[in-house]
């Protein structure tokens, strides 16, 4: 099982990040994926870049600021439709592990929302039903690549240190459970792919290097970032398509994956997409 999605060098790319639980914006991006299988042109993929799982257990009233949008968590009826969805449009929707996945998986207990998330959402399936979830889930990336396109997706930040692309297949999800959580990051190569929330430049660009030589502009979620996006420094754009944003705020990234990208900027100007362009924006500019 390869741990690095390779996609195709003609088509349109729809990636999104970090939608914990959150169904109706699984579902907006989803719109707009189908409408552009169009018989007869390049078919278009879907890149869901980590963290689908895991949402807020929190009354209206009571809602923070910080977290953006109300919304209810519908973890497993999202699992369910994103997994129908893939089997509707094999080898075209794609997956990467985030560290609320890697939850089930041998990672971390997690209490964002939840006393243990991992238990929380297990408790929500009858007894043996999430067992096939759990394989599932397991089987997910850790990075995509569109070398035609110059584009790298990870979950978190591209802090992880490789000698070759094959390293990533080779790393053991279990093993994780009593790691601290801010010790993540600098656990070997799987905790930065998946808990880092930036890196240096130089560190960003041998990663992407060691994935494939083309390959110059890293895309990522796992941090909040209000405004939709990111570009700390080249070679980096952080987007935030759904948790902690407000509708006017989400965005994804939509990409013609023969264009090749120049800079983490270009592909900020003029790869974005607001998820709902005509919400009000609170904090984007």
């Known amino acids: 099982m390869g741990r690095v999605v390779e996609l195709p060098a003609i088509g349109t790319l729809l990636a999104v990040t970090d939608l914990h639980g959150n169904l109706a914006d699984f579902r907006a991006v989803v719109g707009e994926f189908i409408a552009l299988a169009v018989p007869g042109e390049p078919p278009p993929q879907l890149l869901f870049c980590g963290d689908l799982v895991h949402g807020p257990l929190i009354e209206p009233h009571a809602w923070p600021e910080h977290l953006g949008e109300f919304y209810v968590d519908q973890t ?3 699992l369910t439709e994103a997994r129908r969805l893939a089997d509707r449009y094999p080898g075209q929707v794609h997956f ?14 997690l209490d964002k929302f939840h006393p243990d998330e991992a238990a929380y959402l297990e408790r929500q399936y009858p007894p043996g039903e999430f067992a096939p979830v759990r394989q599932w889930l397991s ?20 802090h992880a240190q490789i000698t070759d692309r094959s390293d990533l297949d080779e790393l053991s999800l279990g093993g994780y459970e009593s790691t601290p959580l801010d ?33 110059g502009v890293a895309v990522f979620g796992h941090d909040v970032v209000r405004e939709g996006h990111l570009v700390e420094h080249e070679p980096l754009l952080c987007i935030s398509s759904s948790y902690g944003c407000h509708d006017g ?35 984007r500019r």
Not at 97 to 108: D, I, Q, T, V, Y
Not at 186 to 214: E, K, M, N, Q, V
Request: one cysteine or more; a positive charge.
């Open 139 to 158: 089987t997910w990336a850790l990075a995509a690549i569109a070398p035609a396109a110059g584009l790298a997706f990870t979950h978190a930040a591209p």
């Open 76 to 78: 497993p009826q999202l």
């Open 249 to 283: 705020d989400k965005v994804y990234l939509r990409w013609d994956l023969a264009r090749r990208a120049g800079t983490a900027a270009e592909v900020a100007r003029e790869g974005l997409r607001p998820l709902y362009p005509h919400a009000r924006a609170v904090y």
């Open 183 to 215: 010790a993540m990051a600098s656990s070997g190569a799987l905790g930065a792919l998946l808990w880092a929330r930036t890196t240096a430049a130089d560190r960003a660009h041998a990663f992407l290097r060691t994935l494939h030589p083309g390959c």
């Open 96 to 109: 990467l592990l985030g560290n609320h996945e890697h939850a089930h998986l041998g990672g971390p207990r």
